[in-house]
């Protein structure tokens, strides 16, 4: 199933949302998952990718993220609420929110991304498609988009995601991290957060309930 190997900020959504909401993804997941098993074409596609592209463009000065949004809600219009609220959070953190904005900035297309193994769930969490900037001369900001509509990006959900973002992706400092939901136009740093120390046992236990749900909503569609 995908839920085994999932990206980082489906997973935060999966646990902090609402049950009715939890309980939808889940079944589009195992939809999804008996699909590829039958061979059925699957449809749709990750529309946040284009988006995130277009918005390290704009930091790059290679674009107006404006004109990006129009021209992708001219090919697909059933997106123009979302992509117009992803890019009116970006740009609300981008112009007025970040706290670098008197200093140089410059996007680097990295590749930064990681990993992040459970073995004693037999799951991998992906950390990827990160916006990694030069600050001045000396200091970095890595970004991690948090794109979901609903739930928003909680205090104990952002401390939980930039746990998994720092410990799998280790070679830069902790206080160069940022979770960012885009959307609300909201950034979380280290220093916001209270750590507890037991962030990857609080992980393991969101995750596991997850998978147990996701166990039992399988047999009802399971062949008898």
Not at 28 to 33: H, P, S, V
């Amino acid at each position: 199933m995908s839920l085994k190997k999932m990206h980082l900020r489906k997973i935060l959504t999966l646990m902090f949302a609402e049950d009715a909401k939890k309980v939808s993804m889940l079944r589009a997941d195992i939809r999804e998952e008996i699909g590829k098993r039958t061979g059925a074409k699957i449809e749709g596609g990750d529309f946040h990718a284009p988006f995130w592209h277009d918005a390290k463009a704009h930091v790059n000065g290679e674009n107006d993220l404006r004109l990006a949004v129009i021209q992708r809600i001219a090919t697909n219009n059933r997106r123009e609420r979302l992509y117009t609220a992803l890019r009116d959070g970006f740009l609300d953190w981008w112009d007025n929110k970040r706290r670098w904005t008197n200093e140089a900035s410059k996007s680097q297309m990295l590749a930064v991304k990681g990993a992040l193994d459970f073995p004693e769930l037999q799951c991998t969490v992906k950390v990827e498609n990160l916006l990694a900037m030069t600050i001045g001369r000396s200091k970095n900001r890595i970004i991690y988009p948090y794109f979901s509509e609903e739930p928003s990006l909680s205090s104990d959900a952002a401390r939980l995601g930039l746990w998994a973002i720092i410990t799998s992706v280790d070679e830069y400092p902790p206080d160069e991290f940022r979770i960012l939901d885009v959307i609300r136009g909201q950034s979380f740093a280290a220093s916001d957060l209270a750590f507890s120390g037991l962030e990857r046992e609080e992980f393991v236990s969101r995750y596991s309930s997850l998978l147990v749900m996701w166990e039992k909503l399988w047999m009802e569609y399971e062949p008898a």
